[in-house]
T-cell receptor, first 114, second 111 residues
């Protein structure tokens, strides 16, 4: 168990809908990262937050947004969902902001868009 | 466009063998190269990482070899065990904290 908690574990929703994925980082970790893993795109970095502020942005679509709250948990919001958004979404957390600080991954949320 | 190219897609070795997974990149701005191990149903876990100022790094049975001029790096697993059966991802990162991942290699170690 990495100490990173993601909810829900599974989510099935229809095209056009909006969902929110939640991540609770390990105790003491200030950085939260979001990743998408799909069969056709592989593992892709989406976004990083550090202590409530956005620190790095990857291949995150405009339909997606994220935030990190004062208690350090993070949410990834996915809207106007398309079939191609079906994927595993991972959250990871680390103590520091630097990219060579080890990040620990949660078990992921499997999103299925039908 | 795949920023990091990884091969092979899958690999089967006998126990005790030395599987080698290769990655290549083009962007010379990359300066941090981690490898991740992922078991089914789990998130990736950092295995070992290297910066381009060294040509080799060992941690236990895992070794990264890095060739800066060729823009290639590889993972070697010494004395492989069935418990090493997993998917391995290489990645590259540059200033700004963005990470780019290879497509993954599924490794099976046969007892």
């Amino acid at each position: 168990d990495s100490g990173v908690t993601q909810t829900p574990k599974h989510l099935i929703t229809a095209t056009g809908q909006r969902v929110t994925l939640r991540c609770s980082p390990r105790s003491g970790d200030l950085s939260v990262y979001w990743y998408q893993q799909s069969l056709d795109q592989g593992l892709q970095f989406l976004i990083q937050y550090y202590n409530g502020e956005e620190r790095a942005k990857g291949n995150i679509l405009e339909r997606f947004s994220a935030q990190q709250f004062p208690d350090l948990h993070s949410e990834l919001n996915l809207s106007s969902l398309e079939l191609g958004d079906s994927a595993l979404y991972f959250c990871a957390s680390s103590v520091g902001v630097s990219r060579d600080t080890e990040a620990f991954f949660g078990q992921g949320t499997r999103l299925t868009v039908v | 466009q795949q920023q990091v190219k990884q091969s092979p897609q899958s690999l089967i070795v006998q126990k005790g063998g030395i599987p080698i997974i290769n990655c290549a990149y083009e962007n010379t701005a990359f300066d941090y190269f981690p490898w991740y191990q992922q078991f089914p149903g789990k998130g990736p876990a950092l295995l070992i990482a290297i910066r381009p100022d060294v040509s080799e790094k060992k941690e236990g049975r895992f070794t990264i070899s890095f060739n800066k001029s060729a823009k290639q790096f590889s993972l070697h697993i010494m004395d492989s065990q069935p418990g090493d059966s997993a998917t391995y991802f290489c990645a590259a990162s540059k200033a700004g904290n963005q990470f780019y991942f290879g497509t993954g290699t599924s490794l099976t170690v046969i007892p």
